[in-house]
Protein backbone atom coordinates (compact mmCIF):
# COMPACT_ATOMS: atom_id res chain seq x y z
CA UNK A 1 0.00 0.00 0.00
CA UNK A 2 0.88 3.65 0.18
CA UNK A 3 3.31 5.12 2.17
CA UNK A 4 5.72 7.83 3.36
CA UNK A 5 9.14 7.27 5.39
CA UNK A 6 10.75 10.43 7.35
CA UNK A 7 13.97 10.27 8.77
CA UNK A 8 13.90 10.24 12.36
CA UNK A 9 14.55 12.86 14.91
CA UNK A 10 15.30 15.12 16.39
CA UNK A 11 17.53 16.95 14.37
CA UNK A 12 19.38 19.16 15.86
CA UNK A 13 21.53 21.91 14.00
CA UNK A 14 23.34 25.38 14.42
CA UNK A 15 21.75 28.93 13.34
CA UNK A 16 22.46 29.27 10.28
CA UNK A 17 23.31 25.68 8.70
CA UNK A 18 22.08 23.76 5.72
CA UNK A 19 18.76 21.79 6.15
CA UNK A 20 17.89 18.64 4.49
CA UNK A 21 15.06 16.50 6.27
CA UNK A 22 14.53 12.71 4.03
CA UNK A 23 11.21 12.23 2.78
CA UNK A 24 10.64 8.35 0.43
CA UNK A 25 7.49 7.55 -0.38
CA UNK A 26 5.84 4.18 -1.79
CA UNK A 27 3.04 4.86 -4.08
CA UNK A 28 1.26 3.42 -6.79
CA UNK A 29 0.03 6.09 -10.17
CA UNK A 30 1.24 9.83 -9.40
CA UNK A 31 0.13 11.10 -6.16
CA UNK A 32 0.60 14.84 -5.04
CA UNK A 33 3.16 15.42 -2.07
CA UNK A 34 3.42 17.70 0.74
CA UNK A 35 5.17 18.98 3.40
CA UNK A 36 3.17 20.03 6.41
CA UNK A 37 4.73 21.95 9.58
CA UNK A 38 3.45 22.12 13.14
CA UNK A 39 5.10 24.57 15.54
CA UNK A 40 5.02 24.36 19.12
CA UNK A 41 1.76 24.84 20.92
CA UNK A 42 -0.28 25.12 17.29
CA UNK A 43 -1.77 23.49 14.95
CA UNK A 44 -0.31 21.67 11.37
CA UNK A 45 -0.30 23.94 8.46
CA UNK A 46 0.78 23.28 4.95
CA UNK A 47 4.58 24.41 4.21
CA UNK A 48 4.76 23.13 0.17
CA UNK A 49 3.17 21.38 -1.91
CA UNK A 50 4.31 19.92 -5.56
CA UNK A 51 1.50 17.58 -7.69
CA UNK A 52 3.59 16.02 -10.58
CA UNK A 53 7.47 14.89 -11.15
CA UNK A 54 10.18 17.33 -11.39
CA UNK A 55 8.02 20.27 -9.11
CA UNK A 56 9.62 22.26 -7.03
CA UNK A 57 7.48 23.41 -3.98
CA UNK A 58 8.51 26.36 -2.04
CA UNK A 59 7.85 28.35 0.91
CA UNK A 60 9.83 30.69 3.38
CA UNK A 61 13.28 29.60 2.14
CA UNK A 62 12.29 25.66 2.43
CA UNK A 63 12.25 24.01 -0.68
CA UNK A 64 11.50 20.30 -2.24
CA UNK A 65 11.89 18.92 -5.18
CA UNK A 66 9.30 15.92 -6.74
CA UNK A 67 11.57 13.08 -7.82
CA UNK A 68 9.93 10.53 -9.39
CA UNK A 69 12.93 8.33 -10.19
CA UNK A 70 14.12 8.07 -6.44
CA UNK A 71 10.46 8.39 -5.40
CA UNK A 72 11.78 10.86 -2.84
CA UNK A 73 10.54 14.37 -1.39
CA UNK A 74 13.43 15.76 0.23
CA UNK A 75 12.96 18.95 2.22
CA UNK A 76 16.13 21.66 2.15
CA UNK A 77 16.75 25.69 3.76
CA UNK A 78 20.04 26.97 2.72
CA UNK A 79 20.31 29.11 6.43
CA UNK A 80 18.06 27.75 9.29
CA UNK A 81 16.82 30.12 12.42
CA UNK A 82 15.53 29.69 15.41
CA UNK A 83 12.08 30.42 14.50
CA UNK A 84 12.17 27.31 12.12
CA UNK A 85 12.18 24.78 15.44
CA UNK A 86 8.77 22.51 14.98
CA UNK A 87 7.91 19.44 13.98
CA UNK A 88 8.17 19.02 9.99
CA UNK A 89 5.56 16.27 8.43
CA UNK A 90 6.09 14.30 4.69
CA UNK A 91 2.83 13.09 2.99
CA UNK A 92 1.33 12.12 -0.30
CA UNK A 93 -2.58 12.30 -1.78
CA UNK A 94 -3.45 9.52 -2.90
CA UNK A 95 -7.51 8.15 -3.41
CA UNK A 96 -8.63 11.67 -1.72
CA UNK A 97 -6.99 10.53 1.51
CA UNK A 98 -3.55 12.05 3.09
CA UNK A 99 -1.26 9.56 4.09
CA UNK A 100 1.41 11.00 6.69
CA UNK A 101 4.83 10.41 7.53
CA UNK A 102 5.88 9.96 11.51
CA UNK A 103 7.38 13.55 12.10
CA UNK A 104 10.72 15.20 11.97
CA UNK A 105 11.39 16.98 15.20
CA UNK A 106 13.64 19.73 14.07
CA UNK A 107 15.76 22.08 17.53
CA UNK A 108 17.65 24.97 15.96
CA UNK A 109 20.39 26.45 18.52
CA UNK A 110 21.30 30.21 18.22
CA UNK B 1 -10.88 35.24 8.08
CA UNK B 2 -11.55 32.91 11.19
CA UNK B 3 -9.33 30.09 11.62
CA UNK B 4 -10.23 26.00 12.81
CA UNK B 5 -11.94 26.07 16.40
CA UNK B 6 -11.53 23.14 18.66
CA UNK B 7 -12.48 22.66 22.31
CA UNK B 8 -11.64 21.94 24.66
CA UNK B 9 -7.55 22.63 24.60
CA UNK B 10 -6.72 20.03 27.40
CA UNK B 11 -9.29 16.95 29.05
CA UNK B 12 -7.95 14.64 31.57
CA UNK B 13 -10.30 11.41 32.71
CA UNK B 14 -10.37 8.37 34.05
CA UNK B 15 -10.80 5.37 31.97
CA UNK B 16 -14.45 3.89 31.12
CA UNK B 17 -15.30 8.23 31.70
CA UNK B 18 -16.52 9.59 28.34
CA UNK B 19 -15.37 12.74 27.02
CA UNK B 20 -16.76 15.10 23.57
CA UNK B 21 -14.17 17.31 21.40
CA UNK B 22 -16.05 20.13 19.51
CA UNK B 23 -15.01 21.65 15.79
CA UNK B 24 -15.58 24.61 14.06
CA UNK B 25 -14.40 24.81 10.69
CA UNK B 26 -13.63 27.79 8.81
CA UNK B 27 -16.93 28.94 6.92
CA UNK B 28 -17.76 27.39 3.71
CA UNK B 29 -15.37 24.53 3.77
CA UNK B 30 -17.54 21.54 2.86
CA UNK B 31 -14.82 18.97 4.36
CA UNK B 32 -14.31 18.18 7.55
CA UNK B 33 -11.47 15.84 9.83
CA UNK B 34 -10.97 14.50 12.67
CA UNK B 35 -7.66 13.05 12.82
CA UNK B 36 -5.87 11.37 16.10
CA UNK B 37 -2.35 12.10 16.74
CA UNK B 38 -0.48 10.19 19.34
CA UNK B 39 2.81 10.99 19.98
CA UNK B 40 5.78 10.79 17.76
CA UNK B 41 3.69 9.24 15.02
CA UNK B 42 2.12 11.13 12.20
CA UNK B 43 -1.78 12.18 12.06
CA UNK B 44 -4.05 8.71 11.94
CA UNK B 45 -7.81 9.81 10.36
CA UNK B 46 -10.34 8.89 12.18
CA UNK B 47 -13.38 10.06 9.70
CA UNK B 48 -14.01 12.60 6.98
CA UNK B 49 -17.29 14.36 6.27
CA UNK B 50 -18.42 15.54 2.53
CA UNK B 51 -20.66 18.47 4.00
CA UNK B 52 -23.08 16.10 6.65
CA UNK B 53 -22.44 12.78 5.14
CA UNK B 54 -19.48 10.87 5.93
CA UNK B 55 -16.99 9.60 3.30
CA UNK B 56 -14.41 7.57 5.08
CA UNK B 57 -14.44 6.00 8.68
CA UNK B 58 -12.68 2.92 7.61
CA UNK B 59 -10.55 3.62 10.80
CA UNK B 60 -12.75 4.89 13.55
CA UNK B 61 -13.13 2.35 16.61
CA UNK B 62 -16.74 2.59 16.24
CA UNK B 63 -17.26 0.68 19.26
CA UNK B 64 -16.35 3.28 21.38
CA UNK B 65 -15.95 6.39 18.89
CA UNK B 66 -18.80 8.46 17.19
CA UNK B 67 -18.82 11.49 15.25
CA UNK B 68 -21.48 13.82 13.56
CA UNK B 69 -21.61 16.89 11.76
CA UNK B 70 -24.97 18.34 11.86
CA UNK B 71 -26.33 21.01 9.39
CA UNK B 72 -22.93 20.24 7.31
CA UNK B 73 -21.11 23.04 9.88
CA UNK B 74 -19.38 22.24 13.01
CA UNK B 75 -18.72 18.58 14.12
CA UNK B 76 -18.32 16.69 17.66
CA UNK B 77 -16.48 13.53 18.44
CA UNK B 78 -17.25 11.41 21.12
CA UNK B 79 -15.38 8.44 22.91
CA UNK B 80 -17.24 6.38 25.11
CA UNK B 81 -16.11 4.62 27.53
CA UNK B 82 -12.11 5.85 27.04
CA UNK B 83 -9.30 3.27 27.00
CA UNK B 84 -5.54 4.10 28.49
CA UNK B 85 -4.66 3.93 24.22
CA UNK B 86 -7.02 6.85 23.56
CA UNK B 87 -4.52 9.52 25.22
CA UNK B 88 -3.75 11.13 22.01
CA UNK B 89 -3.69 15.15 20.53
CA UNK B 90 -7.59 15.22 18.63
CA UNK B 91 -7.31 17.90 15.79
CA UNK B 92 -10.08 18.75 13.27
CA UNK B 93 -9.40 19.87 10.11
CA UNK B 94 -11.11 21.36 7.02
CA UNK B 95 -10.92 21.90 3.27
CA UNK B 96 -12.89 23.59 0.91
CA UNK B 97 -12.60 20.89 -1.85
CA UNK B 98 -13.59 17.60 -2.09
CA UNK B 99 -10.57 16.01 -0.39
CA UNK B 100 -8.86 18.55 -0.80
CA UNK B 101 -8.09 17.39 -4.14
CA UNK B 102 -7.72 20.70 -6.12
CA UNK B 103 -4.79 22.10 -3.31
CA UNK B 104 -4.13 19.20 -1.08
CA UNK B 105 -4.51 21.86 1.50
CA UNK B 106 -6.14 20.85 5.02
CA UNK B 107 -6.82 23.62 7.47
CA UNK B 108 -6.25 22.59 10.85
CA UNK B 109 -7.30 23.88 14.29
CA UNK B 110 -4.68 23.63 17.37
CA UNK B 111 -6.16 20.21 18.47
CA UNK B 112 -7.39 19.07 21.76
CA UNK B 113 -5.09 17.43 23.57
CA UNK B 114 -6.81 13.99 25.60
CA UNK B 115 -5.11 11.76 28.59
CA UNK B 116 -6.48 9.19 29.88
CA UNK B 117 -5.86 8.08 33.32
Known amino acids: GNSVTQMEGPVTLSEEAFLTINCTYT??????LFWYVQYPGEGLQLLLKATKADDKGSNKGFEATYRKETTSFHLEKGSVQVSDSAVYFCALRSNYQLIWGAGTKLIIKP | EAGVAQSPRYKIIEKRQSVAFWCNPI?????LYWYQQILGQGPKLLIQFQNNGVVDDSQLPKDRFSAERLKGVDSTLKIQPAKLEDSAVYLCASSLDWGGTNTGELFFGEGSRLTVL
Open chain 1, 27 to 32: ATGYPS
Open chain 2, 27 to 31: SGHAT
